[in-house]
């Protein structure tokens, strides 16, 4: 079967008991705030593509990446204690990856450009913060440490002019990896 005609949606399924039990939410879109359907999320299963979760409602607070697997108790695996609250479907992407990433906010100081991950932009490019980003191709994530470790932000395509405004004060992103049809 052609990649046209699979469905190339994802499904993840939320549990509000630890292990897959008690009352399920089944997704295959965004959902910007869970608490209409479950009182709580202990556990979770992606049957199907990828998906960034938060823990505040909106697409906010501290995110996660999951990809295909069984998360029987997340929330011990990443030490959140209160649940996933929101989670955004990320699509598939099939082409080419870029984004130019910038020392200072609104696009100022070194720019550089990547097509492919980052593991350490200290050691690669001599860059000591990445304030602002634009990403033309592709969907990304960012790490604030080195080797793809710490917390993370996804990325989509679009301008990002400023880390601190978006709620991110405080943090240095050091390391960048593609997401690829590999979830």
Known sequence: MSNTGMNMRGKIIFYEERNFQGRSYECMSDCSDMSSYLSRCHSCRVESGCFMVYDRTNYMG????????????????????????????????RGSYRMRIYERENFGGQMYEL??????????????????????????????QPQF???????????????????????????????????
């Open 62 to 93: 501290n995110q996660y990446f999951m990809r295909r697997g069984e998360y029987s108790d997340y929330m011990s695996m990443i030490g959140w204690s209160g649940g996933i609250r929101s989670c955004r479907m990320i699509p598939m992407h």
């Open 115 to 144: 097509m492919d991950d980052c593991d350490n932009i200290m050691d690669r490019y001599r860059m000591n913060d990445c304030m602002s980003c634009n990403v033309m191709d592709g969907h990304w994530l960012m790490y604030e």
């Open 149 to 183: 470790r710490g917390r993370m932000m996804y990325l989509r395509p679009g301008e990002y002019r400023s880390f601190r405004d978006m709620g991110w004060s405080g943090m240095k992103f050091m390391s960048m990896r593609r997401i690829t049809d590999m979830c």
